[in-house]
């Protein structure tokens, strides 16, 4: 028997309520800015050598939980030092 829910319907059930747009985004900010520093510390302090990929990973599974943490205190400052930045 054919699926009567479309390809968007389908997609749309996984998707989260947008009151958790703040810790979404911060989870991702978090996630992409932790491995982008893991890899660029892990490259100036040991080089690129051959367990560059295996020690940016020890160093995520740290990192990113705290950055998540930090993403989420600072938020509310962020938010204020744009409004007084930026012309509405």
């Known amino acids: 028997m054919p699926s009567t829910s479309s390809p968007s319907d389908r997609s749309s059930r996984f998707r989260l309520h947008k009151r958790f747009t703040p810790l979404v985004f911060a989870f991702y900010m978090a ?4 491995l982008l ?12 050598n051959s367990h ?9 599974v740290l990192a990113m939980p705290a950055a998540f943490c930090c993403v989420l205190l600072v938020r509310p400052l962020v938010m204020r030092l744009v409004a007084l930045t930026v012309r509405h």
Request: net charge neutral.
């Open 52 to 60: 560059y990929v295996q020690h940016v990973l020890q160093a995520y």
């Open 31 to 34: 996630a992409i800015m932790a």
């Open 37 to 48: 520093m893991c890899g660029v510390i892990v490259a100036a302090k040991d080089g690129l």
